[in-house]
């Protein structure tokens, strides 16, 4: 349906730019489809055809913002790659506006897709690191088992349980799962 | 502020009464706040005063219905109890009802105590879990672990990474916490 470079494309950028810029200006809770839809230059039917409404539309502007900009660093080892990668996901992660894009991510997104791009773009990172560790010679977990024991308990006290949020908690589940 | 058996405790009794009522009868997507405060024989101002918006009262609804109805099944050694409850968490929260009520309760939880909520009803009954194996004498974790090593997991995976999710993976979360 969209396609990249063509208007479909065009509007999005658009449209996202104006919730980012509206948002900066004038906070989350102040968000309305016609202001978005007036900054964008797009009509609010364009956007409740295209988003459904603006759950959704703040749930794919969510997504974006939690895409990755950078490789993760390399260390020269997996524990200390793994180490720095869980620390910086738990602090942008446990950040207030991570903690907002989390949940905006997850209340807009009736299918679960958007969900699915946060953590598959945590998988991606995580892919990154143990390919790295693989080509150096260093025995690596598989990815599904680094999102159970470091990504995930992260993600469910950010959500589900205050407290022992701190760089040391995220380098104990990479040890523990090192081993 | 709530007096237990006075009306405050009877106000929210009736309206989380007719909340179900209503998602039963007309599902979900049908409910507002004038026809809950109907069918509660309260004023819509009752509900709006008591709880913000249609969001925070279907969150402590969910919660509510989140808590859990009876202690943790006894099958007479920890790893057997911890692979049951794991199980049947799994079974219930990754259910339709249990992800629209987990949905619930994250949403309309401006302060997370509803979210807190949620993680203190697991981490209890895998209290009753740990407290019978340490008087039957075998070595316990700390709740904190299991919560990390098996909760964590599966509600990571509920919320944001489809698949994966049947007993077979309940119980080897369970084992590898275990070892």
Chains 1, 2 share one sequence.
Do not use: K
Request: with cysteine; aromatic share 6%.
């Amino acid at each position: 349906m969209v396609r990249p470079g063509g208007r479909s494309a065009r509007v999005q950028e658009a449209v996202h730019a104006a919730v980012r810029e509206l948002e900066a200006e004038s906070g989350r809770e102040a968000l309305t489809v016609p202001q978005i839809a007036a900054r964008a230059g797009v009509t609010p039917s364009t956007i409740y055809r295209r988003w459904g409404d603006l759950r959704e539309l703040l749930s794919d502007v969510a997504v974006e913002r939690l895409r990755p900009e950078v490789p993760p660093e390399n260390r020269g080892g997996l524990e200390a790659d793994l180490e720095a990668w869980a620390e910086q996901f738990l602090d942008e992660m446990s950040s207030p506006p991570g903690r907002a894009y989390i949940r905006d991510a997850l209340l807009g997104d009736p299918d679960g897709s958007n969900a699915g791009q946060c953590s598959a773009y945590a998988a991606d990172q995580i892919d990154v690191i143990l390919g790295r560790a693989a080509e150096r010679g260093e025995p690596v977990p598989d990815v599904e088992r680094v999102l159970d024991g470091v990504v995930a308990p992260m993600m469910y006290r950010i959500l589900f349980r205050p407290g022992l949020l701190d760089p040391a908690y995220a380098r104990r589940l990479v040890d523990d799962l090192l081993g």
